[in-house]
């Protein structure tokens, strides 16, 4: 059923730095095989993949089992984009399931490209990546990690010019894509963002949005690469440390760039294309008030610990924001997510102040 592909690149065959590409799935299991059908055609030679599944109950593991033996078809929404997803590659691929308590202590087979990793139980963006990093930080060759969301659709080149990027100065300690719009490819949908202290919102990194060539923000504070692609040099690891846990999901990618500062700069490609669906997991839309209830939770603590960890002295007009984004959402007849608001207020102060929840 499977159409004939170039042959696959041993990943051990070629001097190039080597690539872990993390993965993270809960409950997304058609997402996630569409993006490693485009993944398994980068031009890249030298990568493993590891799919971390946040304890899904969809049967998301045995889907995914299913696609790499040939028994399971990726499908694409976007007309535009099929081409980087069909035909399908070549199956079966080899892959190696294990738990999370297994990773340190598991070698597979160097033709093995895909490890399909349990984390055991839903941990959250940071908490499940942080799963894949510790993988490749305990196994020989991690030069880098690339941090990909599973609702994404990448260009062959993608990685390619990631990793040049990266290998052009060796202080680029976290270097993002070009992201396009899923439904509208030909809409870009970010480049990166900017922090605002004030009122611990962030917005597009205009600067960057016509840049022809590679761009590096050098040590400039507010600068977030954006978490959908971001590919993770192991001098940043090893000096920076893993993912904050606490947070468990949105802020984790500025806390970690935040905590870097100013020892590492950050950046992106404009030739690494990846094309992201938004919010498809838990509803957090761009759009403030087409957001989910759990993402309004999440977003409202998340401003204020992270505020009061890097930025207490601009604690007081966070929360006022926080409370007028309450105060919006019940003016256009949306109680549940101004409660959801409030509740991310009282539990934040939970976490301002309480050990940090990632080790090295």
Not at 74 to 95: G, N
Not at 98 to 117: C, E, F, H, K
Not at 263 to 284: C, D, E, L, Q, R
Request: with cysteine; hydrophobic share 40%.
């Amino acid at each position: 059923m499977c159409n004939e592909q170039p042959p696959v690149i041993n990943p051990q065959a070629s001097n190039q730095p080597h690539v872990y590409i993390v993965v993270l799935n809960w409950n997304g299991w058609r997402d996630t095989i569409e993006c490693l059908e485009s993944v398994f055609r980068l031009d890249y030679p030298r990568f493993t993949v590891l799919v971390c599944d946040n304890a899904s109950t969809d049967g998301s593991l045995e889907k995914i089992q299913d696609w790499a033996r040939g028994n399971v078809m990726a499908a694409c929404s976007s007309p535009d984009l099929s081409r980087l997803i069909m035909p399908p590659i070549l199956k079966p691929i080899a892959f190696f399931p294990i738990s999370a308590a297994d990773g340190a202590t598991t070698q597979p087979s160097p033709d093995v490209r895909l490890v399909l990793i349990q984390t055991g139980a839903n941990l959250g963006f940071a908490g499940g990546n942080n799963v894949g990093i510790r993988y490749a930080l305990s196994h020989d060759h991690r030069d880098y990690v690339w941090l990909l969301n599973n609702d994404t659709v990448v260009d062959p080149h993608c990685l390619s010019a990631l990793v040049r990027m990266a290998e052009a100065d060796q202080m680029l300690g976290i270097c993002g894509s070009l992201l396009r719009d899923y439904t509208s490819p030909h809409d870009v949908q970010s480049v990166g963002r900017r922090y605002s202290p004030w009122s611990g919102r962030t917005r597009p990194f205009q600067e960057l949005a016509t840049a022809k060539e590679d761009a590096t923000v050098s040590g400039r504070p507010g600068y977030i690469v954006e978490g959908a692609s971001m590919l993770v040099s192991g001098k940043f690891l090893d000096r920076v440390g893993l993912l904050e846990e606490s947070y468990f999901l949105f802020f984790e990618e500025l806390d970690w760039i935040t905590r870097a500062l100013p020892v590492f700069h950050f950046g992106y490609s404009p030739a690494s294309i990846v094309y992201h669906k938004v919010g498809s997991s838990i509803g957090s839309s761009t759009a403030r008030t087409s957001r989910s209830v759990l993402s309004d939770f999440y977003q409202a603590r998340n401003r204020l610990v992270f505020t009061g960890r890097h930025y207490p002295g601009f604690f007081p007009s966070v929360l006022a924001a926080v409370g007028a984004s309450a105060l919006q959402r019940v003016v256009i007849g949306k109680p549940k997510n101004a409660v959801a608001i409030m509740r991310g207020v009282i539990a934040s102060f939970k976490y301002i102040w309480s050990p940090r929840q990632a080790s090295h």
